[in-house]
């Protein structure tokens, strides 16, 4: 499985943004995909995920109520939009992919992995 993210950029404090993964290959094997966020000097952190047959979703609390993750089956795409972005968000966004049944949070349960995007967020 091949994991491509785009849609990071600049934005201001207050603003949106999507950003898109699309998968390839095996991708009958996916059965959840999530997103991940690391800030320069920081660990890895776990985002938002959804489940690939039910749209299940899980979010960390910092982001609920302001970001949505979804799912479009027919284009084996995940997307993540961002509402009322803060610039504690700034990070690189990192998307991922997980073959094993339920929704995980830690990044050492997810094989696939894309390439990260930028995301910053002015004050």
């Known amino acids: 499985v091949q994991l491509q993210a785009c849609g990071g950029g600049l934005v201001q404090a207050g603003g949106s943004l999507r950003l898109s993964c699309a998968a390839s290959?095996?991708?009958?094997?996916?059965?959840?995909m999530a997103w991940f966020r690391q800030a320069p000097g920081m660990e890895r952190e776990f985002v938002a995920t959804?489940?690939?047959?039910?749209?299940?979703?899980y979010y960390v609390d910092s982001v609920k109520g302001r970001f949505t993750i979804s799912r479009d089956n027919a284009k084996n795409t995940v997307y993540l939009q961002m509402n009322n972005l803060k610039p504690e968000d700034t990070a690189v966004y990192y998307c991922?992919?997980?073959?094993?049944?339920?929704?995980?949070?830690?990044?050492?349960?997810?094989?696939?992995w894309g390439q990260g995007t930028q995301v910053t967020v002015s004050s």
């Open positions: 991922a992919a997980k073959p094993t049944p339920g929704l995980a949070t830690t990044t050492r349960l997810f094989r696939y």
């Open positions: 290959g095996r991708t009958f094997s996916i059965n959840s």
């Open positions: 959804i489940s690939w047959s039910d749209a299940r979703t």
